[in-house]
T-cell receptor, first 113, second 113 residues
Framework: DVKVTQSSRYLVKRTGEKVFLECVQD?????MFWYRQDPGLGLRLIYF???????EKGDIPEGYSVSREKKERFSLILESASTNQTSMYLC????????????FGEGSRLTVL | GESVGLHLPTLSVQEGDNSIINCAYS??????FIWYKQESGKGPQFIID?????DKRQGQRVTVLLNKTVKHLSLQIAATQPGDSAVYFC????????????FGKGTLLTVNP
């Protein structure tokens, strides 16, 4: 079975803390994504990466950074967490083949107090 | 159908009935559309896709219809089952890439036994 694994399902952090969200995929996919999901707003793209060490901003990159040092791993970093970053974070991956079939992880629910 | 507000549209059907979930997409230049299903506590899962050179595509118990004239997409689920209860998202490649998708806000489908 193909798999996208997010390291933490639930996190609680305090305002100003640095937060790392890790995502690993075992499908040798080139493209990886970080979305946040909020009630009534759907999924919004934060950052994506189409190759190791490559990254591009999505629709809402402010307050976030990413790291892709290895093909299978894509990390989302909140340098200084704020309460408005309380959300569900979803990682996804897809190959370079002509498809929109993104494979999603189970999500990481972050609460910032 | 999809909503631009904070309220998630809902659809409630009886088991065995057919369901129709609607989506109004935003970008007339989009040429690729996907439906995803998200069950409670899980990440979204690909259901079916359609390209703009088609107006209908069928899968197993699901059919997607595309009306480019009015920028409307629908997902039809035949003989709806309790396991179909989930939030359904449409997505379009409004960024010009098959991978950089813009998601709708979702519709909650509830199947009553």
């Amino acid at each position: 079975d193909v798999k996208v694994t997010q390291s933490s399902r639930y996190l609680v952090k305090r305002t100003g803390e640095k937060v790392f969200l890790e995502c690993v995929q075992d499908m040798d996919h080139e493209n990886m994504f970080w979305y946040r999901q909020d009630p009534g707003l759907g999924l919004r793209l934060i950052y994506f990466s189409y190759d190791v060490k490559m990254k591009e901003k999505g629709d809402i990159p402010e307050g976030y950074s990413v790291s892709r040092e290895k093909k299978e791993r894509f990390s989302l970093i909140l340098e200084s967490a704020s309460t408005n970053q309380t959300s569900m974070y979803l990682c996804a991956s897809v190959s370079f083949e002509y498809t929109g079939e993104l494979f999603f992880g189970e999500g990481s629910r972050l609460t910032v107090l | 159908g999809e909503s631009v507000g904070l309220h998630l549209p809902t659809l409630s059907v009886q088991e065995g009935d057919n369901s129709i979930i609607n989506c109004a997409y935003s970008n007339s230049a989009s040429d690729y559309f996907i439906w995803y299903k998200q069950e409670s506590g899980k990440g979204p899962q690909f259901i079916i896709d359609i390209r703009s050179n088609m107006d209908k595509r069928q899968g197993q118990r699901v059919t997607v219809l595309l009306n480019k004239t009015v920028k409307h997409l629908s997902l039809q689920i035949a003989a709806t089952q309790p396991g179909d209860s989930a939030v359904y998202f449409c997505a379009e490649n409004s960024g010009g890439s098959n991978y950089k998708l813009t998601f709708g806000k979702g519709t909650l489908l509830t199947v009553n036994p």
